[in-house]
């Protein structure tokens, strides 16, 4: 539960990022170096990400393995700018805009916080 606590947590960092339009590194939330590269995800941190990612794909009302492939680039990378060209890439694969994604994103954290 404390992992699932924590990546949660981190889901909702990166969240938090780029709905602001950050680059922040989702490391510097998370305890480790920004910049630094990203971490493989463990089974036990999976629930927070498949929770993030559903909560996404029910605003957006996508498949939350559509959500999923096209998050993952910003999850892997660590960080993510809603003017970059991955954030950009992500709607599109999704089928909405950048500001819609980012609405939809921020709603998700907003989503997941109230239920942690």
């Known amino acids: 539960m ?3 606590t924590r990546m949660i947590a981190a889901a909702v960092a990166v969240t938090a990022a ?3 339009g950050s680059t922040v590194a989702v490391a510097s939330a998370t305890g480790g170096k920004p910049g630094a590269p990203a971490k493989t995800m463990s089974a ?3 629930p927070g990400h498949d929770a993030m990612v559903a909560a996404v794909a029910e605003e957006l ?3 939350a393995a559509r959500v999923s492939a096209a998050l993952r680039p910003l999850f892997a990378a660590g960080h993510a700018d809603t003017a ?3 954030f950009a890439a992500a709607a599109r694969a999704l089928g909405v805009s950048a500001g819609q994604l980012s609405a939809a994103l921020m709603h998700a954290k907003q989503s997941l916080a109230q239920g942690s």
């Open 2 to 4: 404390r992992n699932q």
């Open 84 to 86: 970059s060209p991955a």
């Open 18 to 20: 780029l709905a602001a």
């Open 44 to 46: 036990s941190e999976k």
């Open 61 to 63: 009302h996508v498949s």
